[in-house]
Structure formats: C-alpha cells, structure tokens
C-alpha cells in the first residue's frame, strides 16, 4: 500500500487544481520559503478527517479555502483528493485503488467521500485506522511533534507504541462500547424508575378511569338531553316556518278575495252610473216636456188674454161689442190660469227633485271611488308584504338547513371522540393488565401509556371543542327562534294603521304604502329597505303625527307608526354617495316616487345589483 496521488483544488494557496503523482519508495518535496510545501502535508491530514484548525496552522476550518490574491478572487470551496494503492488489501476494502476525497464549503457544509460514493467521517476513520493512518495517527511528523515526542511523558510514550502497534481502533471501539454500556445502564435506571413511578400510579389511574367512564356516561346522557332538546328545536322552528308559509297562504287568499271585491266594486260602480244615467235622462225627459207643456200653455194664455183685452176694449166702446164673452168665457180663463200656475209649480219642485237625486248620486260615485282606492290599496300592501315575508321564510329556511348540516357534523365528531376514546380506554385497560402480568416490555409500556393519555387527552379536547361549539349552535338557535317568534307575532298582531287612517283624522294622508311608487325591479328591494314602515301612517305634520299617537293610545288601537310626510332636507343633496360607487350601485331613495319624509328614510339605503358588486362598494 503506498498514496498514489494527492489533488489539491483550492486548498490553501493551491487555486488551481494542482495533482501530485507518487511513485513507490521516497518522495521528497522540495521548494524555497512559502511556495505551499507544509500545505502539501496539511492536506494529507486534512483529507483523512483533521478537525483541528491550529493544526493546520489556522484560526478557523474556513481558513484552508483559498482567500485569493490581487489578481484573482476567492473560491468558494476547497477540495483534495487522496488516491491510495491497495493491491495489497492493506484496507478493508475490495477495491486495488481506493480514493478519498473532502469538501468543504465556505458556508460550512463539509462532505466525504469514498470512490465517489458519499459517507460519514467515522466511515473514513474506520477504514483508515487498520493501517496506521488516520488523524489520530502520528504517521505525520510536523514542525515541533519530534519535540513534543522526547518530552512526551510514560503515558503518552505508550499511546505511541500502541498507535503503532494498531491497538488504536480497538482501544476506541472500546471506548466507544463502554459509553453505549453507561447509556443502556442509565436507559436502565430510567426504565426501573419509571416502572415503579408507573406501578405507583396504577391504582390512582384506574380509579381516574372508573371516573373517566362515568364522566363519559354522564357526557353522553348530557349530549343525548341536548340532542333530544335541540331535535325538538328543530321540529318547533319548522313548525313555525309551516305557520310562516300558512298565513302567507291566507295573506295571498285574502289577497285574492280583495281583488274579487275590488273586481266586483268596479262592476257595481259602472251599474250605478249606467243606472243613474238612465233615471236622470228620463227625468230630464220628463221635465223637459213638462215644462214644453207649460210654455205651449202660457202661449195659448197669452193668446186668451190679448184676445179678451180686445174684447175688453171694444166693451168699453158699446155694449154690442161684447156680446159675444160670457161670464162663463172669464171664468174658463181664470181656471186656466190657476192650472197654468199649478203645473209651474209643480214643474219647479220636480226640477228641485232632479238636482237633489243627481247630487245624491255623485255623493254615491265618490264614496265608490274612495272604497276602490282604499282596496287598491289594501292589495298593494298585501303585496309588499307577501314580498318581505317570502324574503324571511326563506332565510329561515336557508339558515335552519345549514343548523341541520352543523349539529350532524357536530354529531359524528362526537360519535368519532366516543370511539377514540374507547379504544383509549381499552388500551390502557390492556397495558395495565400487562403491567400486572410481567415487568417486561415496560418501555413499550411506557410508550402505550403516552400515547394512551394523550389519546385521552385529545378527546377530552375534542370534547370540550365540540360541547362550546354545541353551546354556540344553541345560542344561534335560541337567536333564530327568538326571531321566528317575531316574525309570526309581526304577523298575526293586531295593525292600527287602517283604523287610524278610517278615523279621517286632521294631517293623516293615509298610509305610507299608498303614496309610494316603486320602479320596475325594485319592489323587493323596497319592500325589505322599509319593512313595517310600508303599514305605516303618514302625516302632514309634527302636530298631526302627535294628534295620531295620542288617539291611538287612548282608542287602544294596536301597533302604530307614524312618518313625517314632509321634511327640510334636501334628499337628493343630502346623499351623493351612490354617485361616487358607479352605474351599478343606486341609493333606494331615487328608485321610488314619494313624500319627501319616506325618500329621507330611503336615502340611507344602497341597492346594489349583486353581492360583488355589495362588497366591492362596502371596500371603498
């Protein structure tokens, strides 16, 4: 076995890849002051696994990288490698050559090599320490050893014959033995210690488990209580969903009978005109021939009296020219005349009749015309409210699935806790059984138990977990309940509204649902921005309002809302916003035609065309 070649690439001074080829016998090395001869030697040691930086005369191992010159920089890593014969099978190894190379990175990352293939520093110092090579070895004398060996004391005179001797390698697997010896006796020691500690809270444990399990008895009737009370939950939300949708159903059929009666009103109301017409033209008619009659007599009268005025005068001129008028001739004129007289009168007191019987019926045509309005309007807030409480039932619906989804979700990961922490149980239970048996084992014992208690742990965890979820899941319910209680109370409590309206106080111009006209598209929208303020009555005044509430109050009329029809503020100058957000964003108060009290209530609002849309403007 003789070193073959050594290759140095950027160890030291040696920038270049710089391969020294040795031949069998002696090698000599020669070379003025500083030309990099030690550096030849450092890199045999360093090669075969030095760690010692001041003996490879530096202050650091990241010294032995080249730290470049004025023409030419630093390297990042320095390499050698060691080629060795072994013909002889010097080396435990079945190879005639055997290479060994050692990199080292400037950012301290160091790697070894055996022909190529990648291993550990003790791999090389194994392989090494059968044939006197090696860090350790002293087959490297440098500047000061020689000394150092004359000096050396009788201890370490023997260290050196026993180096040369090869007893080296086995004095450190020795070594090496009896520490893993120390460690076993302590792993020892540690085990017996925990044994006993394990033995010593066998019976705490399992008095911990009776605990465990009667804790989990109570754990599960507590989630069956709670599953049984959250199920009859459920069953009372769906069942006031059921209500929700049956007054809606009755809301719609009422709907529909107003609409029949509005149908039936209008029918009623073109009869009456159709009728009343009639009767008027005939006692137009009947006046009108009447007083024909009354003027043809008054003409023929007329023609009477200018004939007897003649007659009067030529009467006064001599008896023979009235011969031919009578008393009976005067008599017959003065009864015409009173029956002329009659028939005025009578003509009159029918005209009077005539006027009072169409003032009536223009009395009768209003106050059909005031019911139409009022039923239109009654449909049009039946409407409106058809619309907002389609809206809630269907969110309720949405909202009551998703508790669905959420307590069966909360159910299997209940039902997945139980199981782990049975099987838990049944393995601790096992372990203990084991324990009491044989000491043997007891580190897989010890690591059982572990994994047991924090099994346990973890389920007791997940326990806690779910039951505060479960807690928040009751809350969500108590608040959806509390909110379905409210919605069929706004829907079967009594509305003052149309009672306040009906008693045609001073300043109520009706309800708010009268005087609001809604764009196309919108009405949804609308009905949700205002909800029960579309039932709600609308003033002309402060004063008027108060006048309202106060009759309300003492006629005991229900629920009453009253919004100021009028306001100071400019709606539309007041809420520029929606400008500012684009086309796609609308305030609520642009959409509808009202009273300038409702469009302030509306100018709030935002109407967005979808959540994207929403979200993006809530952003900016």
Same mark, same amino acid.
């Given at each position: 076995?003789?070193?073959?070649?050594?290759?140095?690439?950027?160890?030291?001074?040696?920038?270049? %890849?710089?391969?020294?080829?040795?031949?069998?016998?002696?090698t000599c090395v020669v070379g003025p002051n500083g030309s990099g001869k030690s550096n030849v030697v450092d890199a045999l040691a360093w090669v075969m696994g030095e760690q010692g930086a001041k003996t490879l005369r530096g202050g650091k191992m990241e010294d032995v990288i080249f730290a470049g010159t004025a023409t030419k920089g630093p390297l990042g890593r320095a390499e050698v490698i060691l080629t060795i014969d072994n013909s002889d099978g010097a080396l435990p190894i079945d190879y005639a050559e055997v290479t060994i190379s050692r990199t080292l990175f400037r950012n301290g990352g160091s790697e070894y090599a055996i022909n190529g293939d990648t291993c550990r520093l003790l791999d090389v110092q194994e392989l090494l320490s059968d044939s006197g090579l090696g860090r350790e070895m002293h087959v490297i004398v440098g500047q000061g050893q020689l000394d150092a060996v004359l000096h050396?004391?009788?201890?370490?005179?023997?260290?050196?014959?026993?180096?040369?001797?090869?007893?080296?390698?086995?004095?450190?697997?020795?070594?090496?033995?009896?520490?893993?010896?120390?460690?076993?006796?302590?792993?020892?020691?540690?085990?017996?210690?925990?044994?006993?500690?394990?033995?010593?809270?066998?019976?705490?444990?399992?008095?911990?488990?009776?605990?465990?399990?009667?804790?989990?008895?109570?754990?599960?009737?507590?989630?069956?209580?709670?599953?049984?009370?959250?199920?009859?939950?459920?069953?009372?939300?769906?069942?006031?969903?059921?209500?929700?949708?049956? &007054?809606?159903?009755?809301?719609?059929?009422?709907?529909?009978?107003?609409? /029949?009666?509005?149908?039936?009103?209008?029918?009623?109301?073109?009869?009456?005109?159709?009728?009343?017409?009639?009767?008027?033209?005939?006692?137009?008619?009947?006046?009108?021939?009447?007083? @024909?009659?009354?003027?043809?007599?008054?003409?023929?009268?007329?023609?009477?009296?200018?004939?007897?005025?003649?007659?009067?005068?030529?009467?006064?001129?001599?008896?023979?020219?009235?011969?031919?008028?009578?008393?009976?001739?005067?008599?017959?004129?003065?009864?015409?005349?009173?029956?002329?007289?009659?028939?005025?009168?009578? %003509?009159?007191?029918?005209?009077?009749?005539?006027?009072?019987?169409?003032?009536?019926?223009?009395?009768?045509?209003?106050?059909?015309?005031?019911?139409?309005?009022?039923? &239109?309007?009654?449909?049009?807030?039946?409407?409106?409210?058809?619309?907002?409480?389609?809206?809630?039932?269907?969110?309720?619906?949405?909202?009551?699935?998703?508790?669905?989804?959420? !307590?069966?979700?909360?159910?299997?990961?209940?039902?997945?806790?139980?199981?782990?922490? @049975?099987?838990?149980?049944?393995?601790? !239970?096992?372990?203990?059984? /084991?324990?009491?048996?044989?000491?043997?084992?007891?580190?897989?014992?010890?690591? %059982?138990?572990?994994? %047991?208690?924090?099994?346990?742990?973890?389920? @007791?965890?997940?326990?806690?977990?779910?039951?505060?979820?479960?807690?928040?899941?009751?809350?969500?319910?108590?608040?959806?309940?509390?909110?379905?209680?409210?919605?069929?109370?706004?829907?079967?409590?009594?509305?003052?509204?149309?009672?306040?309206?009906?008693?045609?106080?001073?300043?109520?111009?009706?309800?708010?649902?009268?005087?609001?006209?809604?764009?196309?598209?919108?009405?949804?929208?609308?009905?949700?921005?205002?909800?029960?303020?579309?039932?709600?009555?609308?003033?002309?005044?402060?004063?008027?309002?108060?006048?309202?509430?106060?009759?309300?109050?003492?006629?005991?009329?229900?629920?009453? /809302?009253? !919004?100021?029809?009028?306001?100071?503020?400019?709606?539309?100058?007041?809420?520029?916003? /929606?400008?500012?957000?684009?086309?796609?964003? !609308? &305030?609520?108060?642009?959409?509808?035609?009202?009273?300038?009290?409702?469009?302030?209530?509306?100018?709030?609002?935002?109407?967005?065309?979808?959540?994207?849309?929403?979200?993006?403007?809530?952003?900016?």
């Open positions: 076995m003789y070193l073959k070649s050594l290759t140095l690439k950027g160890f030291k001074s040696f920038a270049q %890849a710089t391969t020294f080829a040795f031949e069998q016998g002696v050396a004391s009788p201890e370490e005179r023997r260290g050196f014959i026993e180096e040369a001797a090869g007893i080296l390698k086995h004095r450190r697997r020795k070594e090496k033995t009896i520490r893993k010896l120390d460690a076993m006796q302590a792993n020892l020691t540690r085990l017996s210690d925990l044994a006993g500690e394990i033995r010593r809270q066998l019976k705490p444990l399992g008095h911990q488990a009776e605990i465990a399990k009667e804790a989990q008895s109570i754990a599960s009737i507590v989630r069956d209580a709670r599953a049984r009370l959250l199920a009859d939950e459920v069953v009372t939300l769906r069942t006031a969903i059921t209500t929700s949708s049956r &007054s809606e159903s009755e809301r719609k059929t009422q709907r529909i009978v107003l609409q /029949e009666q509005l149908d039936q009103a209008k029918l009623r109301e073109h009869r009456i005109e159709q009728s009343q017409e009639g009767d008027a033209v005939d006692a137009a008619r009947r006046t009108s021939f009447g007083l @024909e009659s009354v003027q043809e007599r008054l003409r023929n009268l007329y023609s009477l009296a200018n004939q007897r005025l003649l007659l009067l005068g030529q009467q006064a001129e001599g008896p023979d020219a009235v011969q031919g008028v009578t008393r009976q001739m005067v008599s017959d004129a003065e009864d015409e005349v009173g029956r002329i007289a009659a028939t005025i009168v009578d %003509a009159e007191a029918a005209w009077h009749d005539a006027q009072a019987a169409t003032a009536v019926a223009r009395a009768n045509l209003d106050g059909l015309d005031e019911q139409i309005a009022y039923q &239109s309007t009654l449909v049009s807030r039946h409407d409106l409210e058809i619309a907002g409480l389609t809206g809630l039932k269907d969110s309720a619906a949405s909202r009551l699935a998703a508790v669905r989804g959420e !307590v069966l979700r909360q159910q299997n990961a209940l039902d997945a806790a139980r199981e782990r922490r @049975e099987l838990a149980q049944v393995a601790f !239970v096992e372990l203990e059984a /084991e324990a009491m048996v044989s000491d043997t084992g007891e580190t897989d014992l010890d690591a %059982a138990y572990e994994t %047991a208690q924090a099994e346990v742990v973890d389920a @007791e965890a997940e326990i806690d977990r779910l039951r505060d979820a479960l807690h928040g899941n009751e809350r969500e319910r108590g608040a959806l309940a509390a909110r379905v209680s409210a919605l069929s109370s706004a829907m079967e409590q009594k509305d003052g509204s149309s009672a306040l309206v009906a008693a045609r106080l001073d300043g109520i111009q009706g309800l708010v649902a009268e005087h609001v006209q809604v764009s196309p598209g919108y009405e949804a929208a609308i009905a949700a921005a205002l909800g029960s303020l579309t039932d709600a009555v609308l003033s002309d005044s402060r004063d008027a309002a108060l006048a309202a509430l106060e009759y309300s109050a003492n006629n005991d009329l229900g629920r009453v /809302e009253v !919004v100021l029809g009028e306001t100071a503020v400019d709606v539309l100058a007041a809420r520029p916003l /929606e400008v500012s957000l684009g086309d796609a964003i !609308v &305030s609520a108060a642009h959409v509808v035609t009202a009273p300038g009290g409702v469009r302030l209530l509306l100018s709030g609002i935002l109407i967005a065309d979808d959540l994207v849309t929403a979200r993006d403007a809530w952003s900016r």
